[in-house]
């Protein structure tokens, strides 16, 4: 089992930045992908970004070049970068594992980003 915590959530203004945390604990494999993932009111969870335990990364058009997704391998921990932050960011985000066939989420951290 792994078990994927995450932290840094909050109200932020437009134009601002964030940084969110996830803590993975558990059975963790020496290869994985780790991701973000967010899920806005009324509308499908999509992804933000992913990492490899390799390090190559993949981010959605919509964040590129705002957000940096990254990861420590030490401390098992992944995180997400956040500047340059819009309205249209605001959602309901998951941290989110996939190693051997399995996936794992956390339980989210709320961003809203409003005036």
């Known amino acids: 089992q792994v078990q994927l915590v995450e932290s840094g959530g909050g109200l932020v203004q437009p134009g601002g930045s964030l940084r969110l945390s996830c803590a993975a604990s558990?059975?963790?494999?020496?290869?994985?992908?780790m991701g973000w993932y967010r899920q806005a009111p009324g509308k499908q969870r999509e992804l933000v970004a992913v990492i490899t335990s390799g390090g190559s990364t993949n981010y959605a058009d919509s964040v590129r070049g705002r957000f940096t997704i990254s990861r420590d391998s030490t401390k098992n921990t992944l995180y997400l970068q956040m500047n340059s932050l819009k309205p249209a960011d605001t959602a309901v985000y998951y941290c989110n594992l996939g190693q051997w066939g399995l996936q794992y989420w956390g339980q989210g951290t709320q961003v809203t980003v409003s005036s």
């Open positions: 558990g059975s963790l494999r020496d290869r994985n992908v």
